[in-house]
């Protein structure tokens, strides 16, 4: 699975941002997603997860009621809409792929994801 995240960018504090991570691949159905994020100096942090079927959701609380993760397999795509950014919210934006047991605490590793996309640079102004 190869995948490329887009929709990043320069917003001021309070605004909106979705971003969108297009997969290659017929088996991306299959896999479970997820949104992480690095700041400068900082370790990737998980951010929000969805399950393979979108049944199950998990959030950072850093982005509970703020971030949303969905997922449309027929377009082969996952989103995370972001509103309400603050400037601690600036980071790369990282997607990730991965097949294994989904629970609220695997979906959180990085480990468990066997696929990155590139990163997606968001910036938040105040």
């Known amino acids: 699975v190869q995948l490329q995240a887009s929709g990043g960018g320069l917003v001021q504090a309070g605004g909106s941002l979705r971003l969108s991570c297009a997969a290659s691949?017929?088996?991306?159905?299959?896999?479970?997603m997820g949104w992480f994020r690095q700041a400068p100096g900082k370790e990737r942090e998980f951010v929000a997860g969805i399950e393979w079927n979108g049944v199950s959701t998990f959030y950072a609380d850093s982005g509970k009621g703020r971030f949303t993760i969905s997922r449309d397999n027929a377009k082969n795509t996952v989103y995370l809409q972001m509103n309400s950014l603050k400037p601690e919210d600036t980071a790369v934006y990282y997607c990730?792929?991965?097949?294994?047991?989904?629970?609220?605490?695997?979906?959180?590793?990085?480990?468990?994801?066997?696929?990155w996309g590139q990163g997606t640079q968001v910036t938040v102004s105040s």
């Open positions: 691949g017929r088996a991306f159905s299959s896999y479970h």
């Open positions: 990730a792929a991965g097949s294994f047991f989904y629970s609220d605490g695997t979906a959180r590793s990085p480990s468990r994801y066997d696929y």
